[in-house]
């Protein structure tokens, strides 16, 4: 029987119903007195010297109140990264300053350059055309090999444009040489990991205001982690002490990472707001988005894998070059290597591994984490490697990858590129997945599909990720600046009901129920009594946001602990209401008991009690009923699982649809159902997106010609097929109080891999042995050209 | 992009060349051109409105004529820039030859675009490339030869509501749907 509330019960979204009933508070939605508008000017060309700007034509154009360019902003300091990698000679990575506004030179088309404030946004944009910019263009360079070859240089810290040349695990390497040396086979795979767009369904946003009399900024900003911001930007770009700076992330529309990094727009609306003496709003266009949000993935990849006579894996080497683009955004030096190098060992024993990493700039848009970040780019290079090495040995796919899965009974398991594993059966989500594809009568399937004159493909994929991001102390010695804790305070009310003030934002993810169900489990009460607070730096203690599917794991366990401090309290309160030893008070279904009696209290008295005590002791017992935790992880949490898909390919016109897809995911405890399955349908549509539709151009001047939603092929309901979804496979997480791992990312990290393992499964008889995603209806039809001639 | 084409126009290599040479000839060739000045003996300044798919623009710049070598061959090249809408690039080889029946243009056109016209226009830009140099050759070969009313159709056809005054174009509602 389900439960109807509490851990486990498939609650229904309470935020849905302001979301559904267009009742949602988004950033835009906000309107401060007196608000002026912002526009940003950017560069047209991906690389040139900025010889002048001349705004004095739009400085007089009708409504104008400022415009402002670098000059203005000499005091500020550039945006931040918040990652630093150390090279393989042990240098650091070279880290050019990012401007807020373009200082002397541009670097990707889309790069700000000044800034036009108006009464209205039109009058802005007028008046932006005005601006009369003298650019010498340069030339740019957009591929990664023509950048590490001696093409243009985009910062002069970095003349060879290589951000840091990365060995991970140095000592392995001549380990993984030798046994690929000596192997009974050794599979090749050079692949392309494709450039995304997140295209969160509302565009980037932000308002800056100030308070002369109070001294005080305020900033509103789609954002999914608002102190994170506030201490990047307060400490580090605009020198503003915290008490001094509030930031406000009030209901945001989709994220997947790319509202994750501080931006120059949040950095300028707040400077700018006090400098004209009052409030702005800056509000991308999509075409704006396209050009300024950090964008995703985009690696290129060479990948061996030794194998032995019965297919065991030897070793693993693979060699990447990753787009950093133009500057280093937050996170872009830990995607390509702490997110990627440490997920090479996938769910399997392969005992060494080695990886070189090389970041690149480019005069391209910023490359940041995207749903999975780094994770995905793992995967799918494992995934397809390891299903052509099952093609080039003649062994099943599901069975190659059984022979080499780590062992249920081998957990915690080290892997050799640094994580331990806690806990994991990836026989078991492999046999879910198998049985729930109904492979049995696949062959039937197959000889339908000829029938219609289809070609018919089977792609198997297994993933493995990190998430609970992150362990402070491990993170740190990877370069990460900060620690990646989370913080939480309970807040009994008198009356009983509890507010929960979080530092992990929710943007689409369903925290508003989900972390409801579990202090309501907690406390024995309704879900109703329990509200959730987040996105506000005036009412969270803190908080290091939402990413990396670490909600529940870090910031579900910072209530738990919280919770639990909470009962301690009341068992304080209890004990001396009922005048027992605190030791014998227990706490059961919203009642405080002495153990062994008849003596009981609820929650209420308790709660009423600590708000209106008459005879507490003061020296040991406290008024009041709130308490915060910060929980640090011990570990990462590793989410598993076997996604199994089937294609029909039209070898005539190369199109691909997908006929069928099923995922057995292993996300430890899940708190609830309804909602899980929610974020593996979303991870999965964004997973095939990009496998199937998404691709991110630039020509070869830089131009981005991608930049519309005619151009950039989003993924629509009718590409997608009904999913499988199981998560009955649990093995919790051994070190956070739920035993939950994550489930946010797992889709968008599991299914590429099995798409194109389908697509080239389908073709394979025609010697098509890899096609890069997206697989486009002209991408397969070239391949399969490209092999029968 | 890259485009050749060739006219064979019925009048003498002279008067194809002096033609060449004269601005107003050029500005009634250029489709979408609105103003167009003589700055030197080899330079011009011109504003051309143009439509490429949803993006319409108009755009000031300066057309230049190169690698002269008088009643044989020139390079004509222009850069426009047009605001919110980005900038367009481009330029042609153009050679003359004798022929029976009058003189052959030959033309080797090159076009580039950047900004807005490259992210929402890219799709559409060979074709439109491709079309304003056939157009701007057919105009040309239509005025060498004194045959206007062609002419006039092939304006009307590239101004594309061409008739509304400067300023309404520049704040169509398109513009502001795209921009």
Not at chain 1, 17 to 33: A, E
Not at chain 1, 55 to 74: C, R, W, Y
Request: contains cysteine.
């Amino acid at each position: 029987m389900p439960k109807d509330q509490g851990i486990g019960a498939s609650s229904k979204r309470r935020e849905d119903v302001r979301f559904l009933t267009g009742k949602g508070q988004y950033t835009d939605d906000i309107n401060r007195p007196g608000q002026t508008y912002a526009y940003f000017l950017r560069s047209n060309v991906a690389h040139g010297k900025i010889n002048g700007i001349d705004t004095s034509a739009a400085a007089s154009a009708p409504g104008v109140v400022g415009i402002f360019t670098a000059k203005d902003l000499e005091a500020a300091g550039g945006v931040p990264c918040g990652w630093q990698v150390t090279d393989k000679h042990g240098e650091p990575m070279k880290e050019p300053k990012h401007p807020i506004l373009a200082e002397g030179k541009v670097c990707h088309v889309g790069d700000p350059i000044a800034a036009v404030i108006a009464e209205s946004l039109n009058q802005a944009r007028d008046a932006a055309e005005l601006i009369d910019l003298d650019i010498e263009e340069l030339p740019p360079v957009i591929d990664m090999r023509a950048a590490i070859s001696g093409g243009p240089t985009v910062h002069d810290e970095a003349p060879d444009n290589i951000c840091f040349d990365w060995d991970f695990i140095a000592d392995n390497k001549e380990a993984v040489d030798q046994a690929i040396a000596g192997a009974h086979h050794v599979t090749t795979l050079t692949l392309t990991n494709n450039r995304l767009v997140a295209n969160a369904v509302e565009p980037r946003c932000a308002i800056g205001e100030y308070d002369a009399a109070r001294d005080e900024h305020t900033l509103y900003t789609t954002s999914q982690n608002p102190h994170v911001i506030r201490l990047l930007m307060g400490a580090f770009v605009l020198s503003i002490p915290e008490h001094k700076l509030r930031v406000v992330a009030p209901d945001v529309g989709g994220g997947f990472g790319s509202k994750i990094y501080h931006y120059a727009e949040e950095a300028f609306v707040t400077w700018a707001a006090k400098a004209v003496g009052r409030p702005i709003k800056w509000t991308a266009d999509r075409s704006e988005s396209f050009m300024s949000d950090a964008q995703g993935r985009d690696h290129q990849t060479k990948v061996e894998l030794a194998l032995d006579e019965n297919g065991k894996f030897l070793a693993l080497r693979c060699e990447t070059l990753a787009n950093m683009g133009a500057y280093l955004s937050t996170f872009a030096p830990c995607v390509p290597t702490y997110l990627h190098g440490t997920l090479l060992s996938g769910n399997y024993t392969t005992p060494v591994i080695h990886t070189n990493v090389k970041a690149v700039f480019t005069n391209t848009v910023p490359v940041d984490a995207y749903r999975g970040a780094g994770r995905p780019e793992a995967t799918f290079q494992l995934e397809r490697t390891i299903d052509k090495a099952a093609r080039e040995m003649g062994i099943d796919p599901v069975e190659l990858r059984k022979r080499n899965f780590i062992a249920p009974d081998a957990f915690p398991y080290q892997t050799p590129v640094a994580v331990q594993y806690d806990t994991g059966n990836y026989g078991a989500t492999m046999d879910k997945a198998v049985a729930m594809a109904d492979l049995d009568s696949y062959a039937a399937r197959k000889t339908a599909s000829e029938a219609k004159g289809k070609r018919r493909g089977l792609g198997i994929a297994s993933y493995i990720e990190a998430c609970g991001i992150a362990p402070s102390s491990l993170v740190g010695a990877l370069g990460a600046r900060a620690g990646l804790y989370e913080a939480a305070t309970v807040r009994v009310n008198p009356t009983g009901n509890v507010a929960v003030m979080t530092g992990s934002h929710s943007h689409g993810q369903g925290h508003e129920t989900t972390f409801a169900q579990v202090v309501a489990e907690m406390l024995g009460c309704d879900e109703a009594n329990v509200d959730i607070v987040h996105g506000d730096t005036a009412k969270i203690p803190f908080g290091m946001g939402t990413y990396g599917s670490r909600s529940i794991a870090v910031g579900g366990s910072a209530i738990v602990r919280s919770v639990e401090k909470i009962i301690e309290k009341g068992k304080k309160i209890a004990a001396h209401l009922m005048e027992a030893a605190e030791a014998d008070v227990t706490f059961a279904d919203g009642q405080f008991s002495v153990a062994g009696t008849d003596k009981s209290v609820d929650w209420g008295t308790v709660a009423l009690t600590a708000y209106v005590p008459h005879n507490f002791p003061h020296e040991t017992l406290e008024p009041g009923l709130e308490e915060t935790s910060f929980y640090d992880p011990a570990n990462f949490t590793y989410p598993a699982g076997a996604y199994i898909c089937e294609v029909e390919v039209d070898a005539d016109t190369g199109k691909v649809d997908i006929a069928s897809f099923v995922a057995a995911d292993d996300f430890g405890n899940v708190i609830n159902p309804m909602i899980v399955e929610g974020q593996v349908h979303g991870g999965l549509t964004q997973g095939l997106g990009q496998a199937l539709l998404e691709n991110c151009v630039y020509d070869e001047n830089g131009q981005l010609v991608s930049a519309s939603l005619m151009d950039y092929a989003m993924p629509r309901a009718d590409d997608m097929p009904s999913f499988g979804v199981d998560h009955s496979c649990q093995t919790p997480c051994t070190h956070n109080p739920l035993g939950v791992k994550g489930c946010g990312e797992a889709g968008a990290i599991g299914s590429p891999p099995a798409l194109v393992n389908a697509v080239v499964d389908a073709l394979s008889d025609l010697g098509v042995t890899h096609i890069d995603m997206p697989v486009s209806p002209g991408r397969v039809w070239a391949a399969i050209q490209a092999a029968q001639n | 992009m890259e485009m050749q084409g060739e006219r064979l126009i019925e009048a003498s290599r002279n008067e194809v060349w002096t033609a060449l040479n004269d601005p107003e000839v050029l500005k009634s060739c250029i489709p979408g051109c609105e103003e167009m000045e003589k700055t030197s003996a080899t330079e011009f300044t011109a504003t051309v409105v143009q439509k490429v798919g949803p993006v319409k623009a108009r755009f000031k710049g300066a057309v230049e004529l190169s690698d002269i070598v008088p009643g044989e061959s020139y390079t004509i090249s222009g850069e426009g820039k047009g605001g919110a809408a980005g900038f367009a690039r481009g330029g042609a080889k153009v050679t003359l030859a004798d022929q029976d029946g009058g003189t052959l243009l030959s033309y080797a056109a090159e076009a580039r675009v950047g900004g807005k016209l490259a992210q929402l226009g890219n799709r559409l830009i060979n074709g439109f490339a491709k079309k304003v140099a056939a157009d701007f050759f057919d105009r040309f070969q239509a005025v060498v030869q004194g045959d206007t009313p062609e002419a006039e159709k092939a304006d009307a056809d590239a101004a594309e509501g061409g008739d509304a005054p400067p300023e309404e174009q520049k704040k169509g509602w398109l513009k502001r749907m795209i921009s």
